[in-house]
């Protein structure tokens, strides 16, 4: 009794996305001490009020606070997320715990979700295939949007804007609840210009290319999102369905993509918010439902989703090589359905949590345009997992489960669309064979909860899996993108991880009792991860059609590392913070062995102060310097980046109108010494684009 | 004490991975460094603003080094009609090299060259040298039936000389030239 008492309030926690915020007077050591005894992973939780105060321009750039998350710049001020050095395939993003199925193994291709609906945000950094599947190797981006609204009618309005790319933005939400029925909206609408960056000029790949007032040409663009969700929250049964819609568009940076850096007849310097080709554009569109059923100690979980993502690459059409002039710019279109449903039971007994589950997921893509890149393919994969969470005693919880996938690939062969000259004839050259694959993976994972007097000790160890993505197993063409020629390997096996994580951590009792009381949180996170067969685009000595060759090899590679953190509450004003993460990568076998993996994050460290106060509602002031390491672990192409450090403030501020209107200003102002420097993780640094210079976001929000 | 023999229990365990495994590699002899491509001991052709016409040969003459071991090579002749430049040229007299008008568009007669060499392995230098005949007349597929195949001749003007190097572990350095065909 005392465990499924334990257990409602550790998911009431859970629930509740305002109890546990991350860098907040309000944590509790206790509560804190809760949320780390939830699970064996090493994780962080943000809930609505930590993006809100932390607003940086974009999710990913708020989220990129925590320790062990990066964002990747991917161009056009977007960002694509980075756990502990693993990003693009290798990481899963969900919405409401389903998985969000994008192009992501592209480059310039960002989260396509509506960031200003999401009301919490868990990231797990480790392996979490038992529940996720394939992918979830470097963890799990959770996103949540499902909090069931408490209140008839609420709702709120948000002004944003950035100064670099001159972005505004305007995202307005209603929810509201009748007896047991609820319901919600969301719309979110952003306008940007062309990205800014402190230089004149840039190279890349041999060319010079000089910019007009330092801005990257025609990387403007704008994003449309919209949300409605209806549902029934009873006390046993709870259904709800959300139909979302998130369409953005993009241009690229016009001087470095496509099939020649070259003039063209576009007047590009004429508007800084135009979007001329090359451009992106993309539409995902999401239907989810869940259902959920409770009685006792039993509860049952339904989940059904469908995702389509219709992607558009359009630029001007250029003849290259054999490749006569395209009759249209539109170079590529992808249109991917993917299918999921899930379910899963939970039942509790004596002091067992056992966990069990069902996936399905079924994927289908098919491609057009003049330019190819990946093939036609369809892919479906099933899963059943079983976890049990033994509760020992108060404070010691263990866990284990596994879990069985299989999948099934099937690639289309695909030819060029126009001949080229072999020996005396004229060949229509293939690009990908057509090839079935199927691939059965075990994962497992094990961990433990341990807590006493000030300390929170967990461990977890686990195994996790990632099936080839067709690009892997089926490409054999020029990536127009960066300049050279990519072959797939049909032979990939599924890349498989082994990590080991740890977190410890120190919560002191109140040290002195003058000014308020002093509390020291300290929290150390190390890890171990094994990859027997990393999957990895190997830039090798040869040429294909003028372009150097890359091909998908694997590779053993080993990586560790750690994150730390210590807050010092002063009373009720004062919070100074130091966070700091390592980590280190090596291949340690095939063609490639010795070097480090691509993107390798240099150690970074933060130390922040911040300064809280309540007048009228609660406000703060923080000042932040983060610092950050050389890089001189590279690999071909790479160059080596030095270190940099920025000074960055925040402040928020919220007010009262009245007993139902809030009025609230987020302010966040980056590299206030508007210093020059590159970073070494970002895709701009590969073709010599700093980052941007001082950049100031605001927000100002009312709800009501 | 539980805690910490529960705490040691697994730092050992996470330290004893780690340096576990990274015992199995060294990474002391890898090449961090990308080839050169430069004149050493021979005379450098082409060089910047040098002017061929159609029918004469280019004799390509270039010293190739790498501290470790060279890969392959490829050279690239593209029109430059449209004046863009790159970095790697000694640019301080490119604009007396080129034409008067930019031409927005790749007209189709212009000269197209594309050639890999492989370079015999185990070598850190290494002598390129090759002959390239510069067409006086291009094929192309006719407007008018794409089946059939028509002469143009070759297209006068500015052209970019460009030779790609690799080396063994995969680094790649980039050398561009700016040529004239014709005038």
Request: aromatic fraction near 10%.
């Amino acid at each position: 009794m005392i465990v499924n008492l334990l257990t409602a309030a550790l998911m009431a926690v859970a629930v509740n996305d305002s109890t546990v915020t991350l860098q907040s007077v309000t944590v509790s050591g206790q509560q804190r001490r809760n949320y780390q005894m939830r699970s064996s992973h090493s994780s962080v939780q943000v809930g609505r009020e930590y993006i809100g105060h932390n607003f940086a321009g974009s999710l990913m750039q708020t989220l990129e606070g925590l320790p062990g998350v990066k964002a990747m710049a991917i161009g056009s001020g977007q960002s694509k997320p980075v756990i502990r050095g693993l990003g693009f395939n290798r990481l899963a993003v969900t919405e409401d715990g389903i998985k969000h199925e994008g192009q992501q193994w592209g480059d310039d291709h960002g989260l396509e979700i509506d960031q200003f609906a999401i009301d919490r945000v868990e990231v797990i950094k480790g392996p979490a295939a038992l529940l996720y599947g394939s992918d979830a190797i470097g963890g799990v981006l959770s996103l949540y949007t499902n909090h069931v609204p408490v209140e008839p009618f609420s709702g709120s309005v948000q002004l944003f804007g950035r100064s670099n790319n001159e972005q505004v933005g305007l995202s307005a939400k209603v929810e509201g609840r009748k007896g047991n029925f609820f319901y919600r909206a969301n719309t979110t609408l952003i306008d940007y210009a062309d990205y800014r960056v402190p230089t004149d000029s840039i190279q890349y790949y041999s060319y010079w290319i000089k910019l007009h007032r330092q801005r990257l040409r025609n990387t403007a663009g704008c994003e449309r999102d919209g949300s409605v969700m209806l549902g029934y929250a009873g006390y046993h049964f709870h259904t709800d369905v959300r139909l979302s819609d998130s369409y953005s568009k993009s241009g690229f940076f016009a001087n470095a993509h496509g099939l020649e850096v070259r003039l063209s007849d576009i007047d590009y310097d004429r508007s800084r918010r135009d979007i001329d080709l090359p451009h992106q554009w993309v539409n995902h569109l999401k239907v989810l439902s869940h259902t959920s059923w409770r009685t006792g100690d039993l509860s049952a979980e339904l989940s059904l989703a469908y995702q389509n993502n219709l992607r558009e690459e359009r630029s001007e059409p250029i003849s290259h090589g054999y490749m006569p002039t395209p009759p249209d710019s539109r170079e590529r279109r992808f249109n991917k359905s993917t299918y999921t449903g899930l379910l899963g039971v939970r039942y509790a007994v004596a002091n067992h949590a056992l966990r069990g589950g069902l996936s399905t997921e079924h994927q289908h893509n098919r491609r057009s345009g003049w330019g190819f890149i990946i093939p036609d393919f369809e892919t479906s994969s099933t899963g059943a997992y079983i976890t049990d969470r033994y509760t020992v005693r108060d404070n010691l919880i263990v866990n284990a489960g596994m879990r069985l996938d299989y999948a099934r690939t099937h690639i289309h062969g695909y030819e060029d669309w126009f001949a080229t000259p072999v020996g005396d004839k004229r060949v229509y050259l293939q690009r990908s064979a057509d090839q079935r694959r199927h691939f059965t993976s075990f994962t497992w994972s094990a961990g433990v909860n341990y807590s006493v007097g000030q300390w929170v000790v967990k461990a977890n160890v686990g195994k996790s899996f990632r099936v080839p993505i067709p690009k892997e197993l089926g490409a054999d063409g020029v990536n127009y993108h960066i300049f050279r020629y990519e072959r797939g390997n049909a032979e990939l096996d599924p890349e498989q991880s082994y990590q080991l994580d740890a977190t410890f951590s120190w919560t002191s009792r109140p040290l002195a009792s003058r000014c308020g009381g002093v509390v020291l949180e300290v929290q150390l996170e190390p890890y171990v991860n094994y990859f027997p067969n990393y999957i990895y685009l190997n830039p090798t000595s040869d040429y294909v059609e003028g372009l150097q060759l890359y091909h998908y090899t694997q590779a053993r590679v080993l990586r560790w590392g750690f994150e730390a953190e210590a807050t010092c509450h002063v009373g009720r004003h004062w919070e100074a913070h130091l966070q700091g993460e390592y980590l280190y990568a090596r291949q340690q076998s095939g063609l490639k062995k010795g070097y480090t993996l691509p993107f390798s994050t240099p150690w970074s460290t933060d130390a922040g102060v911040k300064y809280l106060f309540d007048a009228k509602g609660k406000g703060f002031v923080g000042l932040n310097a983060h610092v950050v390491g050389s890089q001189h672990e590279i690999v071909p192409p790479e160059m080596p980046t030095d270190g940099y450090w920025t000074l960055n403030l925040s402040a928020g501020k919220d007010f009262g109108l009245s007993d139902r209107m809030r009025l609230n200003v987020a302010l966040h102002a980056d590299n206030l010494l508007n210093r020059r420097y590159y970073d070494h993780t970002s895709y701009y640094r590969l073709i010599d684009v700093p980052e941007p210079g001082r950049n100031i976001s605001v927000k100002v929000g009312l709800e009501f | 004490m539980k805690k910490n023999i529960f705490q040691s229990l697994i730092v050992a365990l996470m330290c004893t991975t780690a340096l576990g495994l990274n015992a199995c590699g060294s990474d002391d002899e890898k090449d961090m460094a990308k080839p050169d491509i430069n004149n050493r001991g021979v005379t450098e052709n082409p060089i910047n603003c040098q002017v061929y016409q159609p029918g004469d040969t280019i004799y390509v003459c270039y010293h190739f080094e790498d501290d470790t071991e060279l890969g392959n090579y490829n050279i690239e002749i593209h029109g430059n009609f449209d004046h863009h430049s790159h970095s790697t040229e000694s640019n301080s007299d490119e604009d007396e090299c080129q034409g008067i008008e930019p031409e927005r568009q790749l007209p189709d007669t212009a000269w197209v060259f594309n050639q890999s060499y492989a370079i015999p392995q185990g070598l850190r230098s290494y002598v390129a040298q090759v002959k390239i005949p510069i067409p006086k007349e291009i094929t192309l597929p006719s407007k008018d039936n794409p089946q059939q195949l028509v002469t143009r001749n070759t297209r006068l003007g500015d052209y970019h000389f460009m030779i790609r190097l690799t080396d063994r572990a995969g680094w790649q350095q980039l050398k561009a030239v700016a040529i004239k065909v014709g005038q």
